[in-house]
């Protein structure tokens, strides 16, 4: 955490002080505050992944750079050495933070483009007076800021920071649209997210400055050798893998039982035979992998740890997981996620898992909607219209009418992202009239940058830019960093995307076969069983839709009734939606599961109404009955 003053005086060492204790879960191993300058303050919660005895925090380097440092650098030791051989470089601790430091030194900004990892940084200059800032390029480690009269305030987690405005209208519009506020959005108007592969700068007393340092793009051929892509890719997985394995502390691995986990998992066995995987499930019918993955272990030789989560433990932990969250994030698959990440730190420090092989290789079902809807794009607009029109006088659930209404809207207007919760008309009367419809100022860019390319890459790159660092590795990194736990990512590698960007959208996706990620699944073939290489996307599914029709249900009555959350949401309508569910009129899960997050927000973060750290059983919520 860290505090530029804009007057260029004083310190800010209690507040920081304050803001650590509320993210000692991201670092608990070592915590220090110092005022590095005058009107400079740093603070770091550490966990100790690499030189464990070494590289505190905030560190020192030439006598000019302060730094605090979140994540990993996986090419540390090639560019210590190329900054020690070519520039005579003194480093004075054995680990990787000590590293971004001097790249800086030596060779400025630009240094960034050069990292191999996942990382968020704050690196004040001394002589410039100067500060940077910035994250990795997909987005796996968050960066907050917030920049008011006093100065500017810098975290990893919107909690930690001493400011706070009112609700940002628009991005509450966006989380109903989207299940999540999209970057550079928070639900405070007054704190915004580094959003992924950019950079930031600030002077004291001047204006804060971001920048890009990296644009995920496809630029691939329409045509490849398919073999050959597939040797590059393997071996691209399987360097990414034994890099993220580097580690001073015990390292293991997630698996769901799909092939994105279960390439990981089995490249990571080549390194480490005795690797320890972990899987969870429900005790539901039909809503646990745990005989799946658990398949996968056997097949190859690995410990299995499984974990199997009730309604019950859900209950009691959501106000706790809300609270790590620091914004509502209404995908249910992190439920298990928190579950699964509390049982690995009981044994690692560190794991692997497989998050964005679905946005780099073609993995969601989503992504075949352009070959479904191409005999409508092609005909005339004027008869185009006419579909529409006939659309919009189809009752809702009539067969066709989401057809229509896809087939007859371009990408632009209807691809915002991988989830879409609520409509157009249905946030009209969710949010009363406040807006009507999803502003498109997440993806207008994007769309108009990316116009050479065919629909499926164009897709993809959405969901790079938005559900990739909005949704998946915002869970991953909070539901893992809650229990104090490095979760890694091999897929959202520098070199693996190298291989991905040249990918025909043809291996990826292709019209040919209802088979997701052909590419990859050709490359991990030979590693893992042929049903586990052929079998079809696996999450870990969460049955959401079971328990509001049952041991959840009175509780989500109680929140939508009791929530004062009415002040911003239309909660008679949202009730509405959850009767008719429980009356399987409708499946409204995904509806009313938005609803209740961002009321729970509510009650956690605004009313305060509830405590996170007891659950949703609290004396102070009973006491509410």
Same mark, same amino acid.
């Given at each position: 955490?860290?505090?530029?003053?804009?007057?260029?005086?004083?310190d800010?060492?209690e507040?920081?002080?304050?803001?650590?204790?509320?993210?000692? #879960?991201r =670092?608990?191993d070592d915590a220090? *505050?110092a005022?590095v300058?005058?009107?400079v +303050?740093m603070?770091?919660?550490r &966990? $100790?992944?690499?030189?464990?005895?070494?590289?505190r925090?905030?560190?020192?380097?030439?006598a000019?750079?302060?730094l605090?440092?979140?994540?990993?650098?996986?090419n540390?030791?090639?560019?210590?050495?190329e900054l020690?051989?070519?520039?005579?470089?003194?480093?004075?601790?054995d680990?990787?933070?000590?590293?971004?430091?001097?790249a800086?030194?030596?060779?400025g900004?630009?240094?960034?483009?050069?990292?191999?990892?996942?990382?968020?940084?704050?690196?004040?200059?001394r002589q410039?007076?100067?500060? #940077?800032? =910035?994250?990795?390029?997909?987005? *796996?480690?968050?960066?907050?800021?917030?920049s +008011?009269?006093?100065?500017l305030? &810098? $975290?990893?987690?919107?909690?930690?920071?001493?400011?706070?405005?009112?609700?940002?209208?628009?991005?509450l519009?966006?989380?109903v649209?989207?299940?999540?506020?999209?970057?550079?959005?928070?639900?405070?108007?007054?704190v915004r997210?580094v959003?992924?592969?950019?950079a930031?700068?600030?002077?004291?007393?001047?204006q804060?400055?971001?920048?890009?340092?990296?644009?995920?793009?496809?630029?691939?051929?329409?045509?490849?050798?398919e073999?050959?892509?597939?040797?590059?890719?393997?071996?691209?997985?399987?360097?990414?893998?034994?890099a993220?394995?580097?580690?001073?502390?015990?390292?293991?691995?997630?698996?769901?039982?799909?092939?994105?986990?279960?390439?990981?998992v089995?490249?990571?066995?080549?390194?480490k035979?005795?690797?320890?995987?972990?899987?969870?499930?429900f005790?539901?019918?039909g809503?646990?992998?745990?005989?799946l993955?658990?398949?996968?272990?056997a097949?190859?030789?690995?410990?299995?740890?499984?974990?199997?989560v009730?309604?019950?433990?859900?209950?009691e932990?959501?106000?706790r997981?809300?609270?790590?969250?620091?914004?509502p994030?209404a995908?249910?698959?992190l439920?298990?996620?928190?579950?699964?990440?509390?049982?690995?730190?009981e044994?690692v420090?560190v794991v692997?898992?497989?998050e964005?092989?679905d946005?780099l290789?073609?993995?969601?079902?989503?992504?075949?909607e352009?070959f479904a809807?191409?005999p409508?794009?092609?005909l005339?607009?004027?008869?185009?219209?006419a579909?529409?029109?006939?659309?919009?006088?189809?009752?809702d659930?009539?067969?066709?009418k989401?057809?229509?209404?896809?087939?007859?809207t371009?990408?632009?207007?209807?691809?915002?992202?991988?989830?879409?919760?609520?409509d157009a008309?249905?946030k009209?009367?969710l949010?009363?009239?406040?807006?009507?419809a999803?502003?498109?100022?997440?993806?207008?860019?994007?769309?108009?940058?990316t116009e050479r390319?065919?629909?499926?890459?164009?897709?993809?790159?959405?969901?790079?830019h938005?559900?990739?660092p909005?949704?998946?590795?915002?869970?991953?990194?909070?539901m893992?960093?809650?229990?104090?736990l490095?979760l890694r990512?091999?897929?959202?590698?520098?070199h693996?995307?190298?291989v991905?960007?040249?990918?025909p959208?043809?291996l990826?996706v292709?019209p040919?076969?209802?088979?997701?990620k052909?590419?990859?699944r050709a490359?991990?073939?030979?590693?893992?069983?042929?049903?586990?290489?052929?079998?079809?996307?696996v999450?870990f599914?969460?049955?959401?839709?079971?328990w509001?029709?049952g041991?959840?249900?009175d509780?989500?009555?109680?929140?939508?009734?009791?929530?004062?959350?009415?002040?911003h949401?239309?909660?008679?309508?949202?009730?509405s939606?959850?009767?008719?569910h429980?009356?399987m009129?409708?499946?409204?899960s995904?509806?009313v599961w938005?609803?209740?997050?961002?009321?729970l927000?509510?009650?956690?973060f605004?009313?305060r109404?509830?405590?996170?750290?007891?659950g949703?059983?609290?004396?102070?919520?009973a006491a509410?009955?």
């Amino acid at each position: 955490m860290v505090f530029i003053s804009a007057a260029g005086e004083g310190d800010a060492c209690e507040a920081v002080a304050a803001g650590l204790r509320l993210i000692r #879960h991201r =670092g608990p191993d070592d915590a220090a *505050v110092a005022a590095v300058q005058p009107g400079v +303050t740093m603070g770091f919660q550490r &966990l $100790a992944i690499i030189d464990v005895d070494g590289s505190r925090q905030p560190l020192t380097h030439a006598a000019r750079w302060d730094l605090c440092f979140n994540g990993e650098i996986y090419n540390y030791r090639e560019l210590r050495d190329e900054l020690v051989d070519g520039y005579g470089a003194v480093f004075t601790t054995d680990g990787d933070a000590e590293v971004l430091a001097a790249a800086f030194h030596h060779w400025g900004p630009e240094a960034v483009r050069r990292l191999r990892g996942m990382f968020a940084y704050v690196l004040w200059d001394r002589q410039e007076r100067r500060l #940077h800032a =910035g994250r990795d390029p997909f987005g *796996v480690k968050p960066l907050y800021y917030a920049s +008011t009269p006093d100065g500017l305030w &810098l $975290a990893n987690e919107r909690k930690s920071l001493p400011v706070g405005g009112g609700l940002d209208a628009d991005a509450l519009a966006h989380y109903v649209s989207m299940q999540y506020a999209p970057e550079p959005y928070t639900l405070d108007t007054h704190v915004r997210r580094v959003p992924a592969g950019c950079a930031l700068t600030y002077e004291p007393g001047g204006q804060v400055r971001l920048h890009r340092h990296f644009q995920p793009d496809f630029a691939a051929p329409a045509h490849a050798d398919e073999r050959v892509l597939a040797g590059q890719l393997r071996d691209a997985l399987r360097d990414s893998v034994r890099a993220h394995l580097v580690a001073d502390v015990p390292v293991g691995a997630f698996l769901s039982g799909g092939v994105d986990s279960s390439a990981v998992v089995a490249l990571a066995a080549e390194v480490k035979p005795d690797l320890q995987v972990f899987s969870a499930g429900f005790d539901i019918a039909g809503y646990s992998e745990l005989d799946l993955a658990q398949e996968t272990a056997a097949g190859l030789g690995l410990r299995f740890t499984p974990t199997v989560v009730s309604a019950a433990d859900v209950l009691e932990a959501l106000p706790r997981i809300v609270w790590h969250l620091d914004d509502p994030l209404a995908d249910p698959s992190l439920i298990p996620l928190y579950f699964l990440a509390r049982t690995a730190a009981e044994h690692v420090r560190v794991v692997l898992s497989g998050e964005g092989a679905d946005e780099l290789f073609g993995g969601y079902e989503i992504y075949r909607e352009p070959f479904a809807t191409a005999p409508v794009q092609r005909l005339p607009r004027p008869v185009q219209g006419a579909l529409r029109r006939v659309s919009a006088a189809m009752p809702d659930g009539v067969r066709g009418k989401s057809y229509l209404d896809r087939a007859t809207t371009p990408l632009e207007q209807r691809y915002y992202g991988n989830a879409r919760i609520f409509d157009a008309e249905q946030k009209d009367l969710l949010l009363r009239g406040r807006p009507a419809a999803l502003r498109t100022d997440v993806t207008d860019e994007l769309y108009a940058r990316t116009e050479r390319l065919d629909p499926v890459s164009r897709m993809q790159l959405v969901d790079l830019h938005t559900w990739l660092p909005g949704d998946i590795l915002t869970k991953a990194d909070r539901m893992s960093m809650a229990h104090s736990l490095e979760l890694r990512v091999p897929f959202l590698d520098r070199h693996v995307y190298e291989v991905a960007a040249r990918v025909p959208a043809a291996l990826r996706v292709s019209p040919d076969t209802t088979q997701t990620k052909k590419l990859l699944r050709a490359a991990v073939a030979g590693l893992l069983p042929a049903p586990v290489a052929e079998r079809r996307k696996v999450g870990f599914a969460t049955p959401a839709r079971v328990w509001l029709r049952g041991e959840i249900g009175d509780w989500a009555h109680e929140l939508l009734s009791r929530s004062a959350a009415g002040e911003h949401l239309d909660l008679a309508y949202a009730r509405s939606l959850l009767v008719a569910h429980q009356r399987m009129e409708a499946d409204n899960s995904r509806k009313v599961w938005t609803v209740l997050m961002f009321c729970l927000w509510h009650a956690v973060f605004v009313e305060r109404s509830v405590d996170p750290h007891a659950g949703v059983a609290s004396p102070r919520w009973a006491a509410r009955r």
